[in-house]
């Protein structure tokens, strides 16, 4: 009881202290946050309890851990030790919190993200960051210290306290060293966030398509911390830096199309543009991909309708990677995702940002704080975003809402959007624990059986929900754009790391198809990085600023498609294919023609990679 009095004191502490820091953010942009409701305002103070609280839990933990051994050796010079480090850890995070809090202003000026390692990285060069600064700069980061100072003086005086420990029975001790794992397991689960799958995390905090506002809801400790280890790579700078710049600069821009021409397969500009994004689909599962038969038969019929490319790749394996891809055709890494830093993931370029005057939409029956999916979409300006949150009323298994039910209401939701309107659907059904409401009826002898008929599940929802809206007032000036997030293993039992494991299906779709690529496959070699280019290509919108994806519909020879996987990448050309695993450090598969094509494609691979990644670094 003691000490538990001590710890409410704790949180409660930092609770305010960490308010004081967002009402000091605030009165540094108040012509930004005056354009705001009040309603608006308010809901930052309940969207920053969480991350709040997991800061303060990893602080606890030290803390129960130091007075755990206070209690136990029951010695006057130790107790005093102790509870000078306590005291001293937390005037330590007082002060480094005013510190980030400051930097952050002044960054936020510049930069508009909060303080990461990019910023953090400059202090290599301190007399750059000295020199840059302003007169304001100091002033800031003074009144930032002065605030902090004033928190000290009140942890001492109404937080800390005397930790001197008393000799207590057998029995006392022994409950006292139950109680250690009992407290470190609440804090734990503070810093968590929780009992859900998901751990917390920036997600969590994002609540408004403005920016500024989500960002004052994340928590700045536990923001740069999480930045800094996720970006633990690149203090070593490029991991695929095997060869000189020029050569791999050469290599890239000869890849870049040359040719401008288009083969137009919409017969609109300004069509409406519906993603059914299919959870974990592999291409084994449609039988005109080379996959099993019967399996996807509703899938099957909108072929015959509509554009099929039969040539087609995921970049990465999860959905989370799959976003960042498709929206924003940027490759995927063994290591880092740069859908999970947000810092860089808010630069790049999105497809909804290319559509000028599209109203966006997003819709999922999980959880989007999933790889900060959440964070992502409203970072990048979509107009709405609802994931599980908001469709608690429907019938829901372990991971959320049921495809059947979710391709329903999301029939609904399309009927009041603004056309023209960019709009998406995320399937969950196919996803482990596979726990779909409907009938087990394949088997391929396989323990790949459950999911498998999960996606012969989703493939009925799919092909109900197209016949559904084919009377929809919206419906006959729609493209649908109908892919896999990322493949998964199948009956078939594809290798790890080989082209095949990740061939996805992806189809178009609709009435704005010209009749002349109706129930046409398409053959050319791409993967999810291509569609946002291929896409803006039929609407004559400008897609330079996609570096890496490419125009389906333009005649290019030379064409490539990146694939990562754990710990290893690899790389897919017309003619031959490339796999590394880099925790080996082996060769998991090569296919080429000749041992010329052999090495070539191997170089194509690490040059390709050596260039993503210098990328990334930018970002």
Not at 262 to 280: A, G, Q, R
Not at 336 to 352: C, E, G, H, M, W
Not at 498 to 527: A, C, Q, T
């Amino acid at each position: 009881m003691y000490y538990l009095k001590y710890f409410i004191k704790l949180f409660v502490f930092w609770l305010i202290y960490f308010f004081v820091n967002r009402m000091f953010f605030v009165a540094n942009y108040l012509d930004e946050f005056s354009k705001f409701s009040s309603d608006e305002l308010l809901k930052i103070i309940p969207k920053s309890f969480g991350l709040d609280i997991s800061f303060v839990a990893y602080l606890a933990v030290i803390i129960s851990i130091l007075l755990f051994f206070n209690v136990i050796t029951l010695s006057k010079r130790i107790n005093l030790i102790v509870g000078s480090f306590i005291y001293w850890l937390n005037t330590f995070f007082i002060v480094v919190s005013a510190l980030i809090i400051g930097g952050e202003i002044s960054l936020y000026a510049e930069w508009g993200t909060k303080l990461n390692f990019n910023a953090i990285r400059h202090f290599s060069n301190p007399s750059e960051v000295f020199l840059t600064a302003t007169i304001g700069n100091y002033i800031t980061m003074i009144l930032a210290i002065l605030i902090a100072i004033f928190f000290i003086k009140i942890y001492a005086v109404y937080v800390h306290q005397d930790f001197s420990a008393k000799r207590n029975s057998f029995k006392g001790l022994l409950l006292k060293i139950v109680k250690l794992p009992l407290s470190l397991g609440i804090f734990l689960l503070l810093i968590r966030g929780g009992w859900q799958e998901i751990p917390i995390n920036l997600s969590d905090a994002y609540f408004s398509n403005h920016i500024i506002l989500n960002d004052l809801a994340v928590n700045p400790n536990w923001n740069l911390i999480q930045n800094v280890l996720k970006n633990q790579s690149n203090f070593k700078g490029n991991p695929y830096k095997k060869h000189s710049k020029e050569m791999v600069d050469k290599f890239f821009s000869s890849i870049k199309e040359k040719n401008d021409s288009t083969t137009y397969i919409l017969n609109t500009k300004k069509p409406n543009i519906i993603f059914v994004l299919l959870e974990s689909w592999s291409a084994d599962n449609v039988e005109s991909l080379g996959g099993l038969k019967g399996i996807t038969p509703h899938f099957k019929e909108l072929e015959s309708e509509g554009l099929l490319f039969t040539n087609f790749y995921s970049n990465g394996w999860t959905s989370d990677q799959g976003m960042s891809s498709i929206f924003s055709s940027f490759p995927v890494f063994p290591y880092v995702s740069i859908i999970n830093q947000t810092d860089k993931a808010r630069k790049l370029p999105s497809l909804n940002k290319s559509l000028k005057g599209y109203h966006s939409s997003y819709f999922f029956g999980g959880q989007l704080t999933y790889g900060n999916i959440k964070g992502y979409l409203l970072t990048q300006g979509f107009d709405i975003v609802k994931d599980e949150a908001y469709f608690k009323h429907l019938p829901s298994g372990a991971l959320g809402v049921h495809d059947e039910h979710m391709f329903f209401n999301f029939k609904e939701e399309l009927k009041y959007l603004p056309e023209p309107f960019m709009s998406t659907l995320f399937t969950i059904s196919s996803h482990s624990p596979f726990d779909f409401p409907g009938e087990h009826k394949l088997s391929f002898n396989s323990k790949e059986d459950k999911y498998v008929n999960s996606v012969a599940y989703t493939d009925q929802c799919l092909g109900d929900f197209i016949e559904s809206v084919k009377n929809e007032h919206w419906y006959n000036n729609t493209l649908f754009v109908i892919v896999a997030d990322h493949s998964h293993n199948s009956p078939i039992k594809r290798r790890f790391a080989e082209k095949e494991r990740f061939k996805i299906p992806m189809l178009l779709y609709g009435e704005v198809l010209d009749p002349n690529y109706k129930g046409f496959h398409w053959d050319v070699l791409g993967s999810h990085i291509d569609i946002a280019p291929s896409l803006l290509a039929q609407l004559d919108i400008d897609a330079t600023c996609y570096q890496f994806g490419n125009n389906l519909f333009n005649n290019s020879e030379r064409r490539y498609v990146p694939y990562s996987f754990p710990n290893g990448y690899g790389l897919i050309s017309n003619d031959a294919s490339y796999a590394f695993n880099e925790g080996y450090y082996r060769q998991l598969e090569l296919h080429a023609s000749d041992s010329i094509e052999m090495k070539k494609i191997k170089e194509e691979t690490e040059m390709y990679f050596q260039f993503a990644f210098d990328s990334y670094l930018i970002y």
